[in-house]
């Protein structure tokens, strides 16, 4: 597998870089260089090896889901400069 001037086009499209011909030449060779290092890799035989870790054999630890905060609301939106209804007012800053 070689990285091809067109392939580089659409990453670099992807990945909204911008580059003159020379680096685009260096981002080339240095990308089908860490392919040419990979490359060893494909061609070993894997048929029949069970692999070592799957993500989804692992599971996640869920602790319960309770309150373990005081409620502070009103203490907080004392605070505030501002405050409408519960909410906190802030100044618009998208038109």
Not at 39 to 54: N, R, S
Request: glycine share 4%; aromatic share 2%; net charge negative.
């Amino acid at each position: 597998m070689h990285m091809t001037a067109q392939t580089l086009a659409t990453l670099t499209e992807l990945a909204a870089l911008e580059g003159d011909e020379t680096q685009r030449v260096k981002w080339q060779q240095q990308l089908d260089d860490m392919l040419q290092a990979v490359a060893p890799l494909l061609a070993v035989d894997t048929a029949g090896i069970e692999p070592m870790v799957h993500p989804r054999d692992g599971s996640q630890r869920l602790r319960a889901d309770e309150v373990t905060e005081a409620d502070q609301r009103d203490r907080l939106l004392a605070l505030a400069p501002q405050t409408d209804q519960g909410l906190f007012l802030v100044p618009q800053v998208i038109e």
